[in-house]
């Protein structure tokens, strides 16, 4: 039998090539005998009731042709179907977005055909999934989460979205002027047994080795082991840390005297300041007024992934 796959598209990724790409994708499946739709997405937050909706109807593979927002959205769909009890779709990456970080845990970013090829005979690996808590909510995530000046980061990002750009200089424009805003934070993080108290520059939960296109926050992170690695970035001078932003675009930075560099099944993260805690999700900006702890979890091997040969 055929496979049967679903491509949720975002039109407006990658400056429009997501919509440039849309007649590609579907020939290319047909060529590679794969029975498939393209569903474009028109609102934040669609692809991930489009990803439940594939898994409940028996979907083998559904496919997130976009950025790193489109395989958030699409992967808590997928997530949210597995708590359900509902499994068998597995997850296929057209990378066609500006930030493709995740996408590099899979195989070739700027080759559509070999991705392709990859949903065609791609090896399904077994990736774990990440919970946040806080307050009553919880939400899924799959490349990297955390608190810190990655808040302010996004924050900037959202303003440049809609640009040209491409996604490492955009995130480095955003990192130059958030320097300047940002002031380290007191945070206690609680890593399974270990426990860290400083006032903080960054704390990042990684899945994956990438943030922001380019940036090699973990460059060691498996994201099938069961564990978090976490990088540590405690309070910095501006000078410093511009210093150190070309060893964490080379993931050359794990000796840096401001950087601890952990892993862990568990991670807490809880503001002793003032203000409430905000953080980001794979990139998405979360400000809850009422969050003073933030809880990361590992659920190992749930999020099913094709990724090309070689890929590791």
């Given at each position: 039998?055929?496979?049967?796959?679903?491509?949720?598209?975002?039109?407006?990724?990658?400056?429009?090539?997501?919509?440039?790409?849309?007649?590609?994708?579907?020939?290319?499946?047909?060529?590679?005998?794969?029975?498939?739709?393209?569903?474009?997405?028109t609102a934040p937050g669609q692809a991930t009731a489009l990803a439940r909706d594939a898994a409940r109807e028996g979907v083998d593979i559904v496919v997130a042709a976009g950025g790193d927002g489109t395989v958030h959205e699409v992967s808590n769909g997928l997530l949210g179907a597995f708590t359900?009890?509902?499994?068998?779709?597995?997850?296929?990456?057209?990378?066609?977005?500006?930030?493709?970080?995740?996408?590099?845990?899979?195989?070739?970013?700027?080759?559509?055909?070999?991705?392709?090829?990859?949903?065609?005979?791609?090896?399904?690996?077994?990736?774990?999934?990440?919970?946040?808590?806080?307050?009553?909510?919880?939400?899924?995530?799959?490349?990297?989460?955390?608190?810190?000046?990655?808040?302010?980061?996004?924050?900037?990002?959202?303003?440049?979205?809609?640009?040209?750009?491409?996604?490492?200089?955009?995130?480095?424009?955003?990192?130059?002027?958030?320097?300047?805003?940002?002031?380290?934070?007191?945070?206690?993080?609680?890593?399974?047994?270990?426990?860290?108290?400083?006032?903080?520059?960054?704390?990042?939960?990684?899945?994956?080795?990438?943030?922001?296109?380019?940036?090699?926050?973990?460059?060691?992170?498996?994201?099938?082991?069961?564990?978090?690695?976490?990088?540590?970035?405690?309070?910095?001078?501006?000078?410093?840390?511009?210093?150190?932003?070309?060893?964490?675009?080379?993931?050359?930075?794990?000796?840096?005297?401001?950087?601890?560099?952990?892993?862990?099944?568990?991670?807490?993260?809880?503001?002793?300041?003032?203000?409430?805690?905000?953080?980001?999700?794979?990139?998405?900006?979360?400000?809850?007024?009422?969050?003073?702890?933030?809880?990361?979890?590992?659920?190992?091997?749930?999020?099913?992934?094709?990724?090309?040969?070689?890929?590791?």
């Amino acid at each position: 039998m055929p496979k049967i796959a679903r491509v949720i598209l975002n039109p407006t990724s990658g400056g429009g090539r997501g919509r440039r790409a849309a007649e590609s994708i579907l020939v290319g499946l047909e060529r590679r005998g794969i029975r498939g739709e393209v569903v474009a997405t028109t609102a934040p937050g669609q692809a991930t009731a489009l990803a439940r909706d594939a898994a409940r109807e028996g979907v083998d593979i559904v496919v997130a042709a976009g950025g790193d927002g489109t395989v958030h959205e699409v992967s808590n769909g997928l997530l949210g179907a597995f708590t359900e009890g509902i499994e068998g779709p597995v997850l296929g990456i057209l990378p066609v977005g500006t930030g493709n970080d995740f996408a590099k845990l899979v195989g070739p970013l700027k080759q559509l055909d070999r991705s392709l090829d990859i949903l065609a005979g791609g090896t399904v690996r077994h990736m774990d999934a990440c919970r946040a808590l806080w307050s009553d909510r919880a939400h899924w995530f799959v490349n990297a989460g955390g608190t810190g000046i990655d808040v302010e980061v996004v924050r900037q990002i959202i303003r440049r979205r809609g640009g040209r750009t491409p996604a490492v200089a955009t995130y480095l424009g955003a990192v130059l002027v958030a320097l300047v805003r940002y002031r380290a934070i007191p945070l206690r993080i609680r890593m399974d047994d270990l426990v860290v108290e400083s006032d903080t520059m960054i704390v990042a939960a990684a899945n994956g080795r990438c943030i922001g296109g380019g940036f090699w926050v973990c460059p060691r992170a498996e994201p099938d082991d069961g564990r978090f690695d976490i990088c540590i970035v405690k309070r910095t001078s501006y000078w410093e840390a511009l210093r150190a932003i070309p060893l964490i675009l080379r993931g050359v930075h794990e000796r840096h005297p401001k950087v601890e560099m952990h892993r862990a099944t568990r991670v807490e993260i809880e503001a002793l300041g003032d203000d409430p805690l905000f953080f980001q999700l794979d990139g998405e900006l979360h400000e809850p007024p009422d969050a003073r702890t933030l809880v990361l979890e590992i659920l190992p091997g749930a999020l099913p992934v094709l990724t090309g040969a070689g890929v590791a």
